[in-house]
């Protein structure tokens, strides 16, 4: 398949989307244009793909999982900008540009990273509410996602990662911040396609083994470029990870075992999409397509 073509339309419709369920006024303290800052920033929208992927291969309509999609990418953009401040990575670029706390502010920039999390909850408690015969699935994937977003998520695996800093720590430990800091969304997007697309029992099993898979392996690509790219290729501050001693893939086992690791999470996470025949490819090429990001793998 061709993979830029898919990820083209379905980013669009994706952008289309999160334009519409972002405030529109521009208020003189500058909080929504952050807001959009952190969200129109040039992401690819990787994760609300993979939630309408799940749902296509799956044979559902899309639709109903926009607003859950939708609202898991305001997730990730307010983690973005937490992330960026300078009480936690302290970066001043993100995707080539400057971080919103550097052109914003930190004060809004916080706040606007509180108001995606609250819009992102917004989101999906109107589109559950009007879900009619679907609520039963759309109130699965609103608390999949707070789950994923919060302390035994996303939350927890930031606090793990930071504590982790300047530490030497062993395989299981790092895997542990990276199921949660990077993969617990990832999986969550996947479920709520999954959630959407009516899986039946073993259908779910496999597609969250496939996100477990994918959401490491994407983990561990992105140390492989912190590693190795520039930071014209990155848009961070390149080596920004060894300068701050961060729990990385690299610095543990380093680069071939490191692209070995992410080869073979790719292979296991491709097994799992057997059963689905065709309509799976996108989830395959869009696995695939982690591993090509650090390249000779």
């Not at 989307?17 to 303290?29: E, H, I, N």
């Not at 496999?206 to 140390?223: C, E, H, K, P, W």
């Amino acid at each position: 398949m061709n993979l830029q073509r898919y990820l083209q339309q379905r980013q669009h419709r994706i952008e289309r989307a999160l334009d519409r369920y972002l405030p529109t006024t521009r208020s003189p303290d500058g909080l929504e244009q952050a807001m959009r800052y952190g969200v129109f920033s040039g992401g690819k929208r990787l994760r609300p793909i993979l939630a309408l992927a799940t749902c296509e291969c799956l044979g559902s309509p899309t639709t109903p999982v926009i607003p859950f999609a939708c609202a898991i990418e305001f997730i990730h953009a307010y983690s973005l900008i937490h992330d960026d401040l300078p009480a936690m990575d302290d970066d001043v670029l993100r995707r080539g540009k400057p971080t919103a706390h550097v052109k914003f502010g930190e004060a809004t920039a916080i706040l606007a990273g509180d108001a995606l999390l609250t819009e992102a909850f917004h989101v999906m408690g109107d589109a559950a509410a009007r879900a009619d015969a679907l609520r039963p699935r759309a109130m699965q994937a609103l608390v999949e996602i707070a789950q994923a977003a919060g302390i035994h998520g996303m939350v927890g695996g930031q606090a793990a990662d930071m504590a982790a800093e300047g530490m030497t720590i062993d395989l299981p430990r790092l895997e542990f911040i990276h199921v949660r800091k990077t993969g617990a969304l990832i999986r969550a997007a996947v479920r709520t396609g999954a959630l959407f697309g009516n899986a039946r029992p073993d259908q779910l099993r496999r597609l969250t083994r496939y996100a477990d898979r994918f959401g490491l392996a994407f983990q561990v690509a992105d140390d492989i470029i912190d590693a190795e790219a520039t930071t014209d290729v990155t848009g961070k501050t390149a080596g920004r990870d060894r300068e701050r001693r961060k729990a990385a893939y690299p610095a543990l086992l380093g680069l071939a075992a490191s692209k070995d690791r992410a080869r073979d999470l790719v292979a296991a996470a491709l097994r799992e999409l057997q059963p689905f025949g065709p309509a799976a490819e996108p989830l395959r090429a869009l696995a695939r397509h982690v591993v090509g990001r650090c390249g000779d793998t």
